[in-house]
């Protein structure tokens, strides 16, 4: 474990993003830092301008690391890099990643754990695979509101319908099919994706599936086998609403109630 005597953390947050379950993994550990507060553009949904300062992209979440023993800040960027590398460097952190080897097959080709292959492969798959299908959804959703001008809505809804009848929902049947899979076949018995603990991979899926769950937007994207989501797909709604009450998930939600008055996990 790294020297982190003296590291100061800082989440730069921004109100409606992935920022939200970075403070969830940072209260779940307990560990200390400080906030630096931004706010997207009440009508574009954007994030400021000053962002492009934090971070070429302008993307949140972004974490900043200073230290008397650092010639420089590390800063850091995207969900998953930020998980790993607070659970390899920090005191206590590693708890949650499982266990890498099984006994007597360290290093050795196929020698990992199931937990930790799933938790691997799982920290990929939520940028690379599962955020796509969601932000289309949430594209075509925002193709039927009310910001959509009433004299082309009715366009912009058919168009919207079609996306999500073709493309968002089939993609999404086969996500939450292989996520309750993976829950009915957690190692040991366990009742999150990698196990009977909490994993990063547990943080990185939470903001989004909180996300969906709260604008009931799983219900809503089609008919389901079974009648509805909760029905078809129990045990991940099961999950879903347990996440909304892990300690560092709600501690996350009060830090920011404190900060901003108020929270929403939306923008």
């Excluded at 779940?28 to 992209?57: C, I, M, N, Q, W």
């Excluded at 990698?194 to 604008?215: Q, V």
């Excluded at 892990?246 to 920011?256: C, D, R, Y």
Aim: proline share 8%; with cysteine.
């Amino acid at each position: 474990m790294a020297d982190t005597s003296g590291a100061k953390i800082t989440l730069h947050w921004l109100n409606g993003s992935r920022s939200q379950g970075t403070m969830f993994m940072l209260e779940e550990l307990g560990l200390p830092y400080d906030v630096d507060l931004h706010h997207r553009d009440p009508k574009t949904k954007l994030s400021p301008p000053e962002a492009d300062a934090l971070h070429p992209l302008g993307k949140f979440p972004i974490v900043t690391i200073t230290s008397p023993n650092l010639p420089s800040p590390i800063r850091l960027a995207e969900s998953a890099f930020i998980i790993q590398y607070i659970t390899e460097h920090f005191p206590g952190a590693r708890r949650l990643a499982p266990a890498r080897w099984n006994p007597g097959q360290e290093d050795k080709l196929g020698g990992e754990t199931e937990s930790w292959m799933r938790y691997q492969y799982l920290m990929y798959y939520v940028e690379g695979s599962y955020m796509v299908t969601q932000l289309l959804y949430f594209f075509g959703w925002v193709m039927k509101s009310n910001e959509v001008p009433w004299l082309i809505r009715p366009i912009t809804s058919f168009i919207a319908n079609k996306l999500i009848a073709t493309l968002v929902f089939p993609n999404a049947k086969k996500h939450f099919t292989m996520l309750e899979h993976y829950l009915e076949t957690s190692p040991e018995g366990g009742s999150y994706l990698c196990g009977p603990k909490l994993t990063g991979a547990d943080i990185m899926l939470a903001y989004p599936l909180l996300t969906g769950l709260a604008l009931n937007a799983f219900e809503d994207m089609g008919t389901w086998e079974r009648g509805s989501f909760k029905e078809t797909f129990p045990k991940l709604q099961a999950y879903i609403e347990g996440l909304s009450q892990e300690p560092g998930w709600k501690k996350s939600v009060e830090k920011i109630k404190e900060l901003e008055g108020s929270f929403s996990i939306v923008p």
